[in-house]
Structures are given as C-alpha cells and as structure tokens.
C-alpha cells in the first residue's frame, strides 16, 4: 500500500495475510489515499476470515507523516483511532536501504550513535528535507506515552523489524558485497562510491547547468562523481522473529505480539525480557530463557507494575559468526512525564561492555574497547569484542509513577562500509564526505512498563 503525499514525501506500507486467505483484489490507493482507509479495509477482511497486518516503512522519509499526532483530516488523535491503528499495524522498519529510521541527531542530540545511515531527505528528492519529527521510532514511543496517559490511547506501541526494500530481486545487506538496490545502481560508479571515468564525466560537464544537477554530477577533492543519494543509502536489513516454529501461522503470532526485532544486515541473535522475578535468575542458567519468560515478559510485551516495583531486565546477544565481535548492548529508556511534549524524554544506558570492561556508573558508558578498521584491507581486530554478552540490569533512575518503554541496542565493533569497500576494490581513495566506517548493530522491540494507573 502507497500513501502519496505533498512535495516527495511518501511511504509505503507492506501487508502480511496470517494464512492463504486474502481477497480477490489488494488494497490500493485508488481505494483510499490514507492510512486510516487501509486499516479500515483490514478490519473489514479480518471480519471475513482474512487476517493481515501492515507493516511502514520509510518512516525517516515521510516528512513528520508516520507518526503524526493527529487524523489524515486534521482531528486529533484519540482511542478510537490508536485502536484502529494498533490493530493492524503493530511493526514498523526501523532500518531498510533507504535509511535508518530509529532517531534523528536533531531529535537525539546526546545519543553518540544516533547519526547512523541517515537519509533525510524525502522520497526522490535530493534537496528536499524531511522533517524529522514525525518520522522516527524513539520521539513516536515517547509521543504514544503522552498520548496514553492523556486518556487518547498509544497509537504508537510498536515493535520493530529490519527490512531490505531493494528493487532488484535480491537483498543486499552485506557491507562486503553491496550490489545497490536498483538496477541503476549496480555498479561503483553508478552507485557514487568511486569516481567517474574520465569519458563519462566530460560529458556530463558538458551538459547545462540543470541537466548536471539532474544528473547529480558532483566534484568533490578534485574528482567527478555521481553525486545522487546512491552513498546515502545502506546496506540494510533484515528481519528477525521469535516464534515456536517455523510455520505462516506461527511467525505471524510472533509479529502480531511483536517478539521482533531488526538488525541493521548483520545476523545477531538478540533476546530481551523484563520481570519482578529474576532476583535469583543467573545469567548463566542453562534454562535461562525458559525461566525469562516464566518470570517475565519477552520484547514487544506490557508490564504492568502495579506493586511499585523496579523490574529486571535480561539481555542477551550472540555474534554473527561471519560478522564483527560485540562491543556494547545498550538499553534506551523512552518515558513520559507530565511535561509537554516539547522534547523527547529519553536516556541511553550502556548495560555490558566487552573485553571484561565494566560501565562507567556516572556517564553509564562503557570505555573505548580499543576495536579498529585497517582501511588498507578492511581487516577488524581480531583480539577485541565479544562472541556473546548478557546481562541484567535494573534502571537506576526507576521511577514507579512513571510510565516508560526500554529497547535494545547492540552495536558492533567498527567495519567498513560498503562504499569504503568499492573503493578498495576499484583502488581509489574513499570519498571524504561519506562515512568510512559503521557499527553494526541490532535493535529489539520495546517493553512497555506500565505504573498501573488508569488516564
């Protein structure tokens, strides 16, 4: 489902059927232009024996229109609309080759990792920005919890997953072997990793002012590359569910409760649970994860924390074998308390280290673990990082009367990317306006930890 919108703003939406059930003819914008006519039409098939579930993406190119507060005709949000919402669309991408759609550096300015694979700019424009508020992941859990306690209900209780969105047949999520995601965008130069020929851009030069722009011709260090959003965008993602069996029916349950989660194109296997009884759960318990969920919830799920108590929360994260080791898993706390909503209220914790570091308890960030790139070859080091991290921890700012939602972070020791990786390939110097290097990482869906009190 496409939802057109002014000015190059856009997203799409892609829609999952729980069986082999599905009407005769999809859903399409010469239905409705607006999601509310989508989520509609859901209800209506559902009714039928048809159960779907639509999942967004292109969040961060949607100019502020994912995750607007308000009716595609201007009313304000209330319950009867986060209901409509929540019950067809409980997932959204937070990462694809379009861009990274979990947070914005305007919106996160303390977060140090939130500038990663950022595409801001709007669907086919190259000039045109799009607004980020509205369009990312952390500031809608923070604006769904004002709304909640507002009495309007959380249209914004989401779960993530991590998608490719290429337009050629074929995933390309591995930095190493990037193909692009168009056929346009299958070769180096093409992509605008590595500089033109020397034919190619004397053409172009040759070309009026407009037709170059058009073209997206662009000198930088005294060489001519293609200079469209090709470097922007990333070599992203994929999804992950945790569902009893490998069955339609089985991992449709598990997105519907949203025991997902995305990673940025690398394989790691993340769990995340919170619970009152793990105080004498050890982390290294080879029943661990049954015992989580006995004593707990897993990601995606509520809380309710009606004894006023602190819970804990278990994280647990292995290495893709063909990836980079482990540097860090972090928790990012997203809450509301009472205030306006004039900034997002949020907090990164830095909750295991590796390298047997340990987390510093006033900045709650690990130290450097000292992993590095040799940009000669791309070879990592092979002496830093961790196969395996898993911790518990409990928030040392808890606060029982506020309502909050935590996720995962885990992030990577440092690799190339993939246009440092055409570069080296092609023997050139890497581009100097694009990013040599990039972390990895993997994000959970959020727990929800509820005071008990009723808006």
């Not at 409980?90 to 550096?105: R, Y």
């Not at 570069?423 to 869906?445: D, F, N, Y």
Request: aromatic share 10%; hydrophobic share 35%; net charge neutral.
């Amino acid at each position: 489902s496409s939802t057109p919108l002014p000015q190059s703003a856009a997203y799409h939406r892609n829609v999952i059927f729980r069986g082999s059930s599905a009407p005769q003819r999809p859903f399409t914008r010469f239905d409705d232009h607006e999601p509310e006519g989508l989520w509609t039409w859901q209800d209506k098939i559902r009714a039928l024996g048809a159960d779907s579930l639509a999942i967004p993406h292109n969040s961060n190119q949607s100019d502020g229109q994912v995750f607007r507060l308000n009716y595609s005709d201007g009313r304000s949000i209330d319950r009867e609309f986060a209901d409509l919402r929540m019950r067809n669309e409980p997932l959204v991408e937070i990462t694809q080759v379009k861009g990274t759609s979990e947070t914005h550096p305007r919106l996160s300015p303390r977060d140090e990792w939130a500038n990663f694979e950022i595409l801001n700019t709007r669907k086919g424009k190259t000039t045109q920005f799009s607004n980020p508020n509205g369009s990312y992941v952390r500031q809608a859990l923070a604006n769904g919890l004002a709304l909640e306690q507002e009495g309007r209900g959380n249209p914004f209780k989401i779960g993530f997953v991590g998608a490719s969105d290429t337009h050629n047949s074929a995933p390309s999520f591995d930095e190493s072997n990037y193909f692009g995601s168009a056929a346009l965008s299958g070769t180096a130069e093409n992509r605008g990793s590595v500089p033109l020929s020397e034919a190619r851009a004397k053409y172009l030069s040759s070309l009026p002012p407009e037709m170059q722009q058009r073209a997206g011709l662009l000198n930088e260090d005294g060489r001519s590359f293609f200079g469209r959003r090709g470097t922007q965008f990333a070599a992203s993602g994929l999804a992950a569910v945790w569902s009893e069996e490998n069955t339609r029916e089985s991992l449709f349950l598990a997105m519907r409760r949203k025991e997902t989660y995305g990673t940025s194109g690398n394989r790691i296997k993340l769990r995340f649970f919170a619970g009152f009884d793990y105080e004498t759960l050890s982390a290294s318990d080879e029943n661990l994860v049954s015992k989580a969920y006995l004593g707990g919830v897993p990601m995606g799920a509520d809380l309710v924390n009606s004894l006023a108590q602190n819970p804990r929360f278990l994280v647990w994260a292995q290495r893709d074998k063909n990836g980079a080791p482990l540097q860090r898993l972090q928790i990012i706390k997203v809450w509301y308390d009472g205030s306006y909503r004039k900034e997002i209220q949020e907090k990164v914790f830095d909750v295991a280290c590796s390298d047997g570091l340990s987390v510093d308890p006033v900045t709650h960030r690990c130290p450097d673990n000292g992993a590095s790139v040799n940009l000669t070859d791309c070879s990592i080091s092979k002496d830093r990082g961790a196969s395996e991290l898993r911790t518990f921890w409990a928030d040392p700012d808890f606060d029982a009367s506020i309502d909050a939602s935590y996720y995962v972070r885990v992030l990577e020791n440092p690799t190339c990317r993939w246009s440092t990786w055409d570069a080296l390939r092609a023997g050139v110097e890497p581009r100097s306006e694009v990013p040599l290097t990039i972390q990895e990482r993997a994000w959970s869906s959020p727990i929800w930890i509820h005071s008990g009190k009723k808006a």
